[in-house]
């Protein structure tokens, strides 16, 4: 009855499965039980001293006023410069947009883009928001199926068979979430010459796992020339600097689409908070190369992912490929689909999810959340141990179904 009174926009919106996992692991942790939540995409280390210390002094200067809609304009310098040092793109300060997290820049950019009716070609596995913000828009989400025996990526034949004359986007990640899928300077080179072809097509390339690559160095698809004009790179200080909470990403675009999003960001949030862009000033000035905190931290994540490779390899049936950045796994665990064990029957792999976590309270993430119901997302921010006891619970959970 109530949902009688909501507009079709926000009853057509999936809820998500990320977070309602999350939620539901929350629950069942409040009522006592030993429960390990392996869902959500959030690095457990904490933001680095020198990050924390900018936004204290920000904040004891008194930096506390309304900020410019498309962000500090020493910021938006530094981030220009970011992209030069890191990923040899060149863009003005004019052609960055800071707001309220990467999730804003790309809705951002959808909102300015898409027309109801318009097709965003999404490769899957995707991040659960990307086909939810293009129906905000009123877009089509045309999917490119992918899977586990192809790491999970897209390549540049299976792009062109599906542009069509009313494709407008094709909005992925780089490392992927959910996959940590990594593509390859070949794999761009080839994905480029087709984008190049439909000069109509604009492509959102989120990059916000950029510093988490387990491969060496990260590629950026605006580095094709032939292209540049046509990509809109998504990025942030969420990932890299384990400040999710500060809530700052950023775009950076062909003028007029900046532009467009500025007009757009200041009609409905303006701009991202002082203090964060203190914080997210001295972050971006940080070289990668020379950044203690992210080696570190990217040397835990490896450790990790090869212990919950190796440890997933001991339970029969269970299917991954090896994530070269990010801190997810995927596995395939269709094997397990039409088992039981008393009450419970795991048709698919949202029931899978739900078994393990009421039978050994462990929290994971459906991966038809992602477009691929055949697997799972294991999320591996948080320490060994933890990993260690919950691949332990989810292989005696898997042994009970037959």
Not at 168 to 192: H, Q, W
Not at 225 to 236: K, R
Request: charged letters at 25%; aromatic letters at 8%.
């Amino acid at each position: 009855m109530n949902k009688d009174f909501l507009s079709e926009r926000v009853n057509n919106l999936s809820e998500s499965e990320t977070l309602k996992m999350t939620q539901k692991s929350r629950e069942l942790k409040a009522k006592g039980n030993d429960v390990i939540a392996l869902t959500l995409g959030e690095p457990d280390f904490n933001t680095p001293r020198n990050v924390k210390n900018a936004a204290i002094k920000a904040v004891e200067n008194n930096m506390t006023r309304y900020t410019p809609v498309p962000g500090y304009q020493e910021l938006r310098e530094a981030i220009a410069k970011k992209f030069k040092r890191d990923n040899n793109l060149n863009y003005t300060a004019e052609q960055i947009v800071v707001s309220n997290g990467a999730k804003q820049s790309i809705t951002n950019t959808i909102l300015c883009l898409v027309n109801p009716g318009d097709e965003v070609i999404v490769p899957s596995p995707y991040w659960v928001s990307y086909p939810e913000i293009v129906k905000l828009a009123g877009g089509k989400v045309v999917d490119i199926k992918t899977n586990v025996d192809t790491d999970f990526k897209f390549t540049a034949r299976q792009l062109e068979a599906v542009i069509t004359e009313k494709s407008k986007v094709l909005l992925f990640s780089s490392p992927c979430n959910p996959t940590g899928s990594v593509y390859s300077k070949e794999e761009f080179k080839a994905i480029a010459e087709v984008v190049a072809r439909h000069k109509q097509l604009f492509v959102i390339s989120d990059e916000i796992y950029e510093f988490i690559n387990f491969k060496g160095k990260h590629e950026s698809l605006a580095q094709f020339e032939e292209i540049f004009d046509q990509v809109i790179t998504i990025n942030g200080v969420s990932k890299g600097f384990a400040m999710t909470g500060w809530r700052i990403g950023y775009m950076a675009a062909p003028l007029f689409i900046a532009k467009a999003c500025i007009k757009l960001q200041g009609q409905y949030t303006s701009g991202a908070s002082s203090i964060a862009q203190a914080a997210a000033l001295e972050a971006t000035l940080e070289d990668p190369s020379t950044s203690e905190s992210i080696q570190t931290m990217v040397k835990a994540f490896k450790e990790r992912r090869d212990l919950v490779i190796d440890l997933l390899k001991e339970i029969p049936g269970v299917k991954t490929n090896i994530p070269d950045g990010a801190f997810y796994v995927f596995p395939e665990v269709e094997s397990y689909f039409g088992k039981s064990n008393g009450n419970y029957l795991t048709k698919n792999a949202e029931d899978l999810c739900m078994y393990i976590l009421e039978t050994e309270y462990v929290g994971l993430v459906s991966g038809g959340a992602f477009g691929n119901d055949k697997c799972i997302r294991i999320s591996y921010a948080t320490s060994s141990n933890i990993l260690i006891e919950a691949i332990t619970r989810i292989k005696r959970a898997l042994s009970k179904l037959n």
